[in-house]
């Protein structure tokens, strides 16, 4: 499709951008553009064989009781009509997670701010395990759907951070039943936390955030995001203060 649309529009000089973002090559260089684009044509019928021959992902089992679902469903059908989703930490529930054969018990609650979190019968968890448990080597976490990070957009992004030695979550793709319903592929994504910095060997040390509740408390009241919108006027906090 991409060697289609250069062909088709020759002059549409921005086709050329996943290129140049990718390899760094001047689109004016035609030569080695042109070489780019041979050398993937020839990788990709064994890329192809690859990706069907790979492992499925793991599955995992949550089960919430069927109170605590109820809890989190009202707490959806509140999102969905205010139009945007205010978690707060009463809003988790207890739960268990089983994966690789092990039950943890954890307490989750619906994560994300917009309402493609939570839109289909693929919810956004955020989940914390409780004790000295843990769930792929991972104690705080995000259940999304693929769609929410571009689908594998976000994975391939955080490759790249990691290799070039900038701190990155892990994500990765699993299978999800929830309750016994089969939710299908899901992503989990790394929350900061301590052991975040423990598997890329960095010290352990405070984690800050832009604080956006003044954003979403102004853009509800007033229906606009002024002047919240400006990253450089936000309340800088640390993620989990108790660490400070």
């Not at 999800?176 to 592929?185: A, E, H, T």
């Not at 936390?193 to 405070?206: F, T």
């Not at 979403?216 to 995001?225: A, C, I």
């Amino acid at each position: 499709t991409f060697f289609a649309g250069v062909l088709a529009f020759p002059s549409f000089k921005v086709a050329f951008n996943p290129i140049i973002h990718t390899t760094g090559i001047d689109w004016r260089n035609k030569a080695a553009v042109v070489g780019v684009l041979r050398e993937q044509f020839k990788a990709s019928p064994m890329n192809f064989i690859k990706a069907h021959l790979a492992e499925a992902p793991p599955t995992i089992d949550i089960d919430i009781k069927f109170t605590n679902f109820v809890k989190l469903d009202d707490k959806r059908k509140q999102a969905l009509k205010i139009g945007y989703l205010k978690a707060t930490q009463s809003d988790f529930v207890p739960a268990r997670i089983n994966a690789n054969g092990k039950s943890v018990k954890v307490k989750l609650r619906l994560k994300g701010d917009l309402l493609d979190h939570i839109d289909a019968k693929k919810w956004s968890f955020r989940v914390h395990v409780k004790g000295e448990g843990q769930i792929f080597g991972l104690r705080r976490f995000s259940i999304q759907a693929p769609r929410v990070r571009s689908y594998q957009r976000e994975p391939v992004y955080l490759d790249h951070l990691r290799r070039e030695g900038v701190l990155a979550v892990r994500y990765f793709f699993v299978n999800v039943r929830l309750n016994g319903d089969n939710v299908g592929v899901m992503a989990i994504e790394e929350h900061f936390s301590k052991e975040l910095l423990e598997a890329q060997r960095r010290r352990e040390g405070v984690i800050v955030k832009f604080n956006g509740d003044d954003w979403w408390d102004f853009k509800t009241k007033y229906s606009l995001d002024d002047p919240y919108r400006d990253f450089r006027i936000a309340e800088i906090l640390p993620f989990r203060s108790k660490w400070v």
